[in-house]
């Protein structure tokens, strides 16, 4: 499932047209990142680049330049070069980014030096992300200094740089039909790897088993990155919010906390569950259990346009110090705890974020000052959780080391919310049950 060609063209068009005249805006790609010696990583495209023309290859820069007569989408991209090519893989070229990627021009990437600042000379604006990547400022530097060294040649250099940032991002933040299928498809894919990986979990089984069959069914569906490092967590090392080792074995008796989602055709999914390794909730597990997943559905029935984004953040803080209070683990009244930030102890994060091609996604969160209302097409995980710290004495020992997170994704409808990752389930009644095999 892919982004169409139409669309990749509709977005530079779009942006064309929020550019003033007289602009020239600048989206590098990614480059290559070397994991050891001859060993890289991955590519992953950046974002803002591939959201712009859904070109896959590393190294590469959009130019827009609005009302250019020779053309106002010009592309650089690696050479064809059959020799290289029989390393690694198929190159566009230049002629390949005119014909399938719809630039209006193209250039190999070693006529950048000579060309941009030929493009820059004569525009008055600079849109671009200035102070995301060094080697881009330094690049961006260059050709306006080459500009400005043919000054007394009648070359005039522009004198305003802007940030591209806020221009891209609200077009990101909001998505249309065609992005939504490839997010709905991805947090079907994730959702049915969280329903294999419980299935799969028994007393003793590592947490890099249980990784791996999130992996392997992703993969196998056709997503064959993850939108970010799997953090499967059992036991205490649940309440480790960015644990990665997932390297332990868990015991009978434990909750485990997985945090997995693919990715699609560079859209993230973003999905926590949390459950017994054992199939069975044991009594505090459930209590802790049933006040997040409270607060999960609390915070999802709220969504609804024109809601003001931190009102979801406030009625999670809101549940979940007032169930703790009731469960015994916070003293005193649920305002000043609040007030205080006692509950902090427990629920250290936000209720959730934007997502999109990045898991963690672009986007304001607040509107001049005020926290911005939420709008039909936004997607946003909510994500409430309590972590109870193995080494927390002041609770009853029977609380420590249980760490829950639930999270879904979920997209602002016009009246209301969409859940993409129903797939999965979350009741405590419906987890066990699957767990049980019925
Ligand atoms: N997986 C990162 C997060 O939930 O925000
Ligand atoms: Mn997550
Ligand atoms: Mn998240």
Redesign the pocket.
């Known amino acids: 499932m892919k982004i169409s060609p139409q669309t990749y063209a509709r977005r530079r068009r779009r942006l064309l047209q929020a550019l003033p005249p007289g602009s020239v805006a600048l989206v590098a790609g990614a480059t290559l990142a070397t994991r050891n010696r001859d060993a890289e990583y991955p590519f992953r495209q950046h974002s803002d680049f591939y959201y712009l023309t859904g070109f896959n290859e590393p190294d590469a820069l959009l130019l827009l330049k609005p009302g250019r007569s020779e053309g106002e989408v010009v592309m650089f991209c690696p050479p064809r070069d059959p020799a290289l090519e029989i390393w690694t893989g198929y190159r566009a070229g230049p002629e390949g980014c005119v014909e399938r990627f719809g630039a209006d021009q193209a250039f190999t990437l070693d006529e950048i030096d000579e060309q941009v600042p030929l493009l820059l000379d004569g525009a008055r604006s600079i849109y671009y992300p200035l102070g995301c990547d060094e080697q881009l400022d330094a690049r961006v530097r260059g050709w306006l200094n080459a500009v400005r060294d043919r000054a007394r040649q009648g070359a005039e250099a522009p004198e305003e740089l802007v940030l591209l940032d806020n221009l891209l991002h609200e077009m990101r933040l909001f998505k249309d039909d065609e992005e939504l299928a490839v997010m709905r498809r991805a947090a079907e894919i994730s959702a049915q790897a969280h329903c294999e990986a419980m299935r799969l979990a028994r007393p003793g089984i590592h947490e890099y088993e249980l990784e791996g069959r999130i992996i392997s069914h992703c993969t196998a569906a056709g997503a064959r990155f993850q939108?970010?490092s799997p953090?499967v967590g059992g036991g205490a090392n649940a309440c480790i919010l960015?644990y990665i080792d997932n390297d332990a074995p868990i015991a009978d008796g434990d909750l485990v906390l997985i945090?997995a989602?693919c990715e699609l055709d560079c859209y993230a999914s973003?999905i926590?569950r949390t459950f017994p390794v054992n199939g069975r909730f044991s009594a505090e597990q459930r209590a802790l259990y049933e006040l997040v997943l409270k607060t999960n559905e609390a915070c999802i029935e709220l969504i609804r346009p024109g809601l003001p984004w931190n009102a979801v953040h406030d009625l999670s803080v809101k549940m979940l110090t007032q169930g703790l209070v009731e469960l015994g683990l916070l003293e005193g009244e649920v305002e000043a705890l609040i007030e205080s930030g006692a509950y902090r102890e427990f629920y250290m994060?936000r209720i959730?974020?934007w997502l999109g091609m990045d898991?963690?996604d672009v986007g304001n969160y607040k509107l001049n000052g005020e926290w911005r209302p939420l709008e039909p097409g936004m997607v946003m995980?909510i994500?409430p959780g309590l972590y109870i710290s193995p080494h927390n004495d002041r609770v009853e020992p029977r609380w420590r080391g249980i760490g829950i997170?639930i999270?879904d994704d979920v997209l602002v409808t016009r009246d209301g919310a969409e859940v993409l990752t129903a797939g999965v389930p979350k009741s405590v009644d419906a987890i066990e049950a699957l767990m049980a095999g019925n």
């Open positions: 939108a970010y953090i960015h945090d989602g973003d926590t994060h959730g974020h898991v963690h995980t994500e997170r999270e």
